[in-house]
Every structure is written in structure tokens, then in C-alpha cells.
């Protein structure tokens, strides 16, 4: 059993906590080759990694193909194999496709925008049969629109086709198939077109990403993300202007981790003020210490709360205006409250951080026999009486230090951060040696 003075245990942290989360996702077409961003959710978002610098070289989409060929787009055994938009074969028909478009039209480029009335319907026909074929998930068909750089001039074609096609089909199944693909791809090009106007903007203003955060942050969603992921990929063959998207995107991300940042700060402290004001506006002192110790017993006594209090008290006890008995009541407020975020540290870590302040050798060994020597624990209002095993203190000695080596503080419990020091880490090396060699 470890006696620990109370004056000896080290501060709680006081500073503001932060819960960011993660929320990656890997497009199913990427592979090991392709580095993918962490993307974040609407309300909070912590930078992991950047935007893909050099992906792998992706397929054309078939919209190429049905441009080009439409001979080429749907093969004769369709209703039997279905077309995949990402396949080799479709790179195949998109090079034989605008073969045929250079030669018939005279076209160097073969663009959608240099089609009459009459072959744009043919080529939104062909691709509206390779959609019903296919049938792409919403993944695809965003990464096939995405990659496309027909798609523009298509588009308001394509969406009437269907409605044309769909109001003289006969067959209801057929006809609730074109609407539906219909209806689904315009909710998809109009969630692009929104990401775009947005990519667009920031673009227009790199040096003006925090004020458009600020302004838009709701439309920093991880499907734009997304988005922006899919065109950085598209670039594949200009690598200059996909590394300036990529470093665009890594901008705004830490834009949007920023604001989100502030923001939470700023709510914990507005939590924290009301909090405060509850407590002090007790009618009594003893009222005051339960309501911190109600808070401490829910979980709610965080870091925000003490750092107020700590500073209302360090304000009181440098002023010369504060009468004596306010001086005292915050001065047991805080240490109440600091008592009780004593006690919501893992107890290895307050183990620790006494056994850290013994210098002598032996009386170190002595205070490794005292933690492991089981017991009843006590927490008393100057002294603790706690107890561990030597598995669980090296195990929390070996994480320390392996935070400290790998440079992973952020790992670590916001109790144990203020042991990432060079010296306390030899002291940590030299304790966890001292167990192995004597207590396992």
C-alpha cells in the first residue's frame, strides 16, 4: 500500500480538453499505392494526413467512350456481362471512340461541346443504356462525373433525355428505372456542383480560407472532402496542379480544425462560466464544495471549471480589495476541486508521479514495496493509500516512454503529459528497469 502525500501529487493539467474525431475514408477504387486524407465530419475534425500527392493512374471514365463510340459503349452480350465504368476495356473503347470522332467530325479534340442535336441524343442514349446496365453505386457514378471532363456539356442533355425517354416508355418498370436514375443523378451533380462553387471560392482566395470557414463552415462537410479528393485524383496527368489541390485541400483542413477548435473552446468555457456561477452563488461554503463534488462524481468537472477557479482564487489572493473571506472560500473551492480531479486520474499515474519525487535509491525500492503490497485503499483529504500491481505500473512506464521516443503525446491521457520531459523520462527508464529486475 503507497501512502502519498497530498501536497506531493503534481497538478492536474489545467489545460482545456479537446475531443476531435476521425473520420477516414477510403474510396473502394484506391489502393495501398494511394495516400488518403483523414475527412471530417461537420462538427469536428482534426487533421491526419494530406491530400494525395502522386495516386495511381486512374481509368478513364465511359463517358469518353459513349462520346466518342456509340457503337463502342454497350457491347452486344451487355445484358449478360455487365460494364464495369472503371474497366480496361472501357480505356480500350474510349481510344478507339475518339479515333473515330477525329476522323468522322474533323475534331482534334473530340469533345462533347462540338456535337450536333442529334449525336448528342445518341450519345445520352448509349450512356443512359450503360447506366441502366451497369448499374454504378452513388460512389461510382460521383467518381465517373467527377473524372469526366464532358460532363458539363452533357449534362442538361442528359437530364432531359431521361425525361423524354421516360415519358414515352411503355413498360412501367422501364419507366420508373429512367426516373429513378434521373432523379438520382441530378442529386448527385447538384451535391458536385455545390462542392465545386465552393472549391471555386477558395481557390479565388487562398489566403482567405479561414474568413470563407468561417462564413461557410457548415458546407466543410467530409463529402466535400470527398469531392475534393476524387478531383485531386483526376489530375493525374498534370502533376503540377494536383500537388497546388492537394496543398488546398490540407489548407482548408486545417482551417476547419481551427475553427472547430475555437468553437469547442468557446462553448466549454460558456459551460464552464455557468458552472461557476452556480457554484459560487451557493448560500453556503459547504454547498459550494458539494456541488463540486456532485460534478466530480458525474464526470463533469473538467478542466475548464478548474482553470476558472484556479484563476479566481489566484485573482482573490494577489488583490489587495478581496476581503479575507472571500479570499478563503475560493481558496477552498479550489482546492476541493483540485482534490477531486486528483481523483479522477488513473491512480498508476498518481503512483507514479509520487514515486518520480523520491531521489534516494532505497527509499525508492521502499516505495515500489509500499505500491505493490495490496491493501485497503483510502483517499483522505492530505494523504492516499493506493495499491497496483507491477504489470500495470510498467505497463504504464513502457507507454510513457514510448510516447516520448515516437513523439506520440497526443496518445497519452492529458494526465500523464506533463511527464514528456527529458529528465522525468530517464527517472520513468530507471523505474521501469528497477521493476523488472525486482518485482517481475
Known amino acids: 500500500m503507497n501512502t502519498i502525500p497530498g501536497f506531493l501529487q503534481t497538478s492536474y ?62 457491347p452486344n452480350d451487355c445484358a449478360e456481362e455487365p460494364i464495369s465504368l472503371f474497366s480496361q476495356p472501357d480505356q480500350a473503347f474510349a481510344h478507339e471512340g475518339l479515333a473515330e470522332e477525329h476522323s ?54 442528359f437530364f432531359k433525355r431521361c425525361q423524354i425517354k421516360a415519358d414515352a416508355e411503355d413498360d412501367p418498370g422501364l419507366k420508373h428505372n429512367l426516373l429513378r436514375l434521373g432523379r438520382k443523378l441530378t442529386e448527385i451533380d447538384e451535391d458536385m456542383q455545390r462542392h465545386n462553387n465552393l472549391l471555386e471560392v477558395v481557390k479565388a482566395a487562398p489566403a ?60 466549454a468555457l460558456n459551460v464552464a462560466e455557468l458552472k461557476f456561477q452556480d457554484i459560487v452563488n451557493s448560500p453556503s461554503l459547504d454547498v459550494a464544495c458539494k456541488k463540486i463534488d456532485n460534478l466530480a462524481e458525474k464526470n463533469q468537472l473538467d478542466s475548464a471549471l478548474v482553470l476558472m477557479i484556479t484563476k479566481a482564487w489566484s485573482a482573490a489572493k494577489e488583490s489587495n480589495m478581496a476581503k479575507d473571506e472571500v479570499k478563503d472560500t475560493l481558496y477552498h473551492l479550489y482546492m476541493t476541486a ?9 491512480k498508476e499515474i498518481r503512483i507514479l508521479k509520487y514515486l518520480l519525487t523520491i531521489e ?14 495490496p491493501g485497503d485503499e483510502l483517499e483522505g483529504k492530505d494523504v492516499d493509500c493506493l495499491y497496483t500491481t507491477p504489470e500495470k505500473l510498467h505497463t504504464w512506464i513502457c507507454t510513457i516512454i514510448n510516447a516520448y521516443n515516437f513523439s506520440q503525446e497526443g496518445t497519452l491521457i492529458r494526465e500523464a503529459r506533463d511527464l514528456m520531459n527529458p529528465t522525468i523520462i530517464q527517472r520513468c527508464e530507471e523505474l521501469k528497469k528497477l521493476i523488472q529486475d525486482k518485482f517481475m
Open 13 to 74: 493539467s489545467l489545460g482545456l480538453s479537446k475531443s476531435n474525431q476521425f473520420y477516414p475514408i477510403q474510396p473502394s477504387i484506391l489502393n495501398s499505392r494511394v495516400s488518403v486524407i483523414s475527412y471530417p465530419s461537420n462538427t469536428t475534425i482534426k487533421r491526419d494526413s494530406v491530400l494525395v500527392a502522386k495516386p495511381d493512374r486512374l481509368q478513364r471514365s465511359s463517358l469518353k467512350a459513349v462520346v466518342g463510340d456509340a457503337a463502342s459503349a454497350i
Open 104 to 157: 468522322e467530325n474533323g475534331n482534334e479534340e473530340g469533345d462533347a461541346d462540338c456535337l450536333d442535336d442529334s449525336q448528342m441524343v445518341k450519345v445520352c442514349d448509349k450512356l443512359i443504356g450503360v447506366f441502366m446496365v451497369d448499374k454504378p453505386t452513388l460512389t461510382d457514378w460521383r467518381r465517373l462525373l467527377a473524372f469526366s471532363k464532358e460532363w458539363n456539356n452533357i449534362r442538361p442533355h
Open 208 to 267: 482567405e480560407i479561414k474568413e470563407v470557414v468561417a462564413k461557410r463552415r457548415k458546407d466543410f462537410t467530409k463529402e466535400f472532402f470527398v469531392h475534393l479528393q476524387t478531383v485531386t485524383e483526376s489530375y493525374y496527368e498534370d502533376p503540377t496542379k494536383q500537388a497546388a489541390l492537394a496543398k488546398l485541400g490540407t489548407s482548408c483542413l486545417d482551417a476547419v480544425q481551427a475553427y472547430d477548435t475555437l468553437s469547442e473552446d468557446r462553448e
Open 338 to 346: 483540485r482534490g477531486n480531479l486528483q481523483r479522477l486520474m488513473p
Open 360 to 373: 534516494d535509491p532505497e527509499l525508492r525500492i521502499s516505495g515500489l514495496k509500499d505500491a505493490f503490497t
